[in-house]
């Protein structure tokens, strides 16, 4: 086995989890985005003409606990503070020289999402500098969604009032499940009673919308502890519910196990059984008035409840990527700093971009890219795709449909062509078939 191996959807393989990422987050393949285009970056931002779409920034935080065994982000568990203090610094002398190119004048974000590793590591005091700097830079004041991602072990009701004070509406806890024992098994920090308590103390707060993050297959999730797990959540009843089906990249602790020990099958449930959990808990959530918005969300109101920085940013929007590892999407243009955090600091310091690769993209790939996208949402409008780039969905993949109907994937309402919930659920193995020729053979998705 190596890493080589090519991804390939589920229905080409046996139903065994291999190694590999199934999930499709963009297009094209992080795999195709190279050095020769990190200078179209730097042209794009000089440029005299600001940028037209809706603009965001994502900002991450490499810092946590412990490193999860099935985790594959750019993580640290082993940084002092003054490395701390290093990284906070370079972050905002690069957001702020963004800030001052012609690209972004006269622009706010419409969302800001910090992501990780665990933005809920840093103090209330870091917090409260880190967001106060930012604001000074690129002001939040027209912000749509402030999205804010927690490990529930790192928060206390101190440090919950400092996030929900620097403007935080959307507060999202990576529960991933509820058994001690298996938080333990998969390398989680946290346990359940800082779960709850967590939570208490963010609603009692009165955030805008508490998202829970639960994981599908898990190591040694039973069928048992599954069904106790959406129990538990649908009495938490939290505004946003998110649900992912457990994949194993290349760069886990959990792949690193199985190529020492020579095994070509992940250790954690198969993809039809992962399929049927998450299947039954949007059933139980549904229940108990729960509207299912996409492949991997309910949502309690979906009038009042929205995630923004998904629904933007999968139709197009402009994000800047700000930190370690970070991914941005600019003006057509994919990129990716660099992912060690100290060539990062020194690159920043020493006043250079820390753009590691970059995708200058074509106007056929950013069609294909919000089109596999917005699949992930259930419903696909075609009038939108027709508007905006001139092309005709049901025309230019009337083979792909037909066949998707003929499976009992696919239903059309008007201009909505509209997934079936088995199809929702392995909407990410149905997507390669939409990619360009010389993209289907991806190492990565």
Known sequence: MTESTFIKPDYQTEDETKAGNYFVSNYPP??????????CVSSLIKSPSAGSA???????????????????????????????????????????????????????PKFVYFGGGTPSYLSAKQLTELTNQMKEILPWDEAEEVTFECEPG????????????????????????????????????HRSKEVFSAYEFARGLGFDNINIDLIA????????????????VVDLSPDCVTIYQMEVPFNTGIFKTMKEEGKLSA???????????????????????????????????PNATKFIYRDRLWAGADMLGVGVSSFGHLGGIHYQNLTNIDRYCDSVEGGNAPVRRAL??????RFIRELILQWKLGTVNEEYFHQKFGISISDRYSTILAEWKGRGYLKVDGDNLILSRDALLRIDSMLQGFFLPEHREARYV
């Open 154 to 189: 790192t928060l206390s009701e101190k440090k919950l009032e400092v996030i929900k004070q620097f403007g935080v509406t959307r507060l999202s806890l990576g529960v991933e499940n509820f058994n001690d024992h298996i938080l333990q098994t998969n390398g989680r920090a």
């Open 217 to 232: 297959g898990m190591l040694e999730e039973t069928d048992g502890n599954w069904s106790d797990c959406v129990d538990q």
């Open 360 to 365: 200058m993209t074509k106007e056929e790939e």
């Open 267 to 301: 250790p954690v449930a198969d993809w039809p059984t992962k399929r049927r959990w998450v299947s039954e808990a949007y059933s139980k959530l549904e229940e108990a008035g729960y509207t299912v918005t996409s492949a991997y969300t309910a949502v309690k109101d």
């Open 30 to 39: 992080f795999s195709f985005w190279n050095d020769e285009d990190v200078p």
């Open 54 to 108: 809706p603009l965001g920034v994502y900002y991450h935080v490499p810092f946590c606990r412990k490193r999860c065994h099935f985790c594959y982000f750019k993580v640290y568990t082993d940084k002092n503070s003054n490395d701390i203090r290093r990284y906070l610094s370079a972050t905002m002398e690069e957001l702020k020289t963004y800030a001052e190119m012609p690209y972004f004048k006269g622009r706010k």
